[in-house]
Nanobody, 122 residues
């Protein structure tokens, strides 16, 4: 049984930092990523790392504040979030897939975690 388990969410003041973790079990993946969804909005791409594809990608929307890293041996990815803003408030989801193609499409991912809430207060 494949599972993605996220941890590290919580409440933080604006300007603060949080580090999310996601560990996959049941199989290994070539690409793991993070998305977020705020209330009433769509699911937005936040970051992705591909061991097989050899890339580590963060979109311009969060570049300079967010960084993704991973431990292939542990099948784990981390999302370091700094200088958090109230607009970063959302449920953050971990996702994983076998492919190494464009990581920003949520539809390309095969497995999803249950999500972890991040709330940034002003």
């Amino acid at each position: 049984q494949v599972q993605l388990v996220e941890s590290g969410g919580g409440l933080v003041q604006a300007g603060g930092s949080l580090r999310l973790s996601c560990t996959a079990s049941g199989r290994t993946f070539n690409t793991m990523g993070w998305f977020r969804q705020a209330p009433g909005k769509g699911r937005d791409f936040v970051a992705a790392l591909s061991w097989s594809g050899g890339y580590n990608f963060v979109p311009d929307s969060v570049k300079g504040r967010f960084a993704i890293s991973g431990d292939n041996a542990k099948n784990t990815v981390y999302l370091q979030m700094n200088s958090l803003k109230p607009d970063d408030t959302a449920v953050y989801y971990c996702a994983a897939k076998s492919g190494i193609t464009w990581p920003g499409s949520s539809g390309s991912y095969e497995y999803w975690g249950q999500g972890t809430q991040v709330t940034v207060s002003s």
